[in-house]
């Protein structure tokens, strides 16, 4: 198994990237060939969630949920750097920002 405890991985639903997850634990499933991994999901409020993978699953191929497909991809350093970026740019007013005069209003009672 390539991926351990603390991997950041990518997860991809319906082929498409979703959203980012720590691998939080890799335990040994009683059932053979299988491993009951936790997963931090990085969102907004985070989420904890257990699933039972084999290990190929684990390392990035394919598998299914209920019909979806569903993949642990890898976490590129340009994908990290693309997102950072992203978000810097999110935060620096626009030029059009800059130049208009914000009218204040008063929020304090009489």
Known sequence: MRRKVGDLVL??????????????????DPKEGWYQVDLLILTV???KVKWILREEYIDGA?????GVPIRLGEVEIADLK??????????????KQTT????????KRN
């Open 11 to 28: 997860m991809h639903h319906m082929g498409k990237p979703v959203v980012y997850a720590k691998i939080e634990g890799i335990e040994p």
């Open 45 to 47: 409020p985070a989420q």
């Open 62 to 66: 394919t598998f299914t949920m209920g």
């Open 82 to 95: 693309e997102m950072l970026e992203s978000t810097e740019q999110n935060k620096k007013p626009s030029k």
């Open 100 to 107: 208009t005069k914000a009218k204040v209003i008063s929020l």
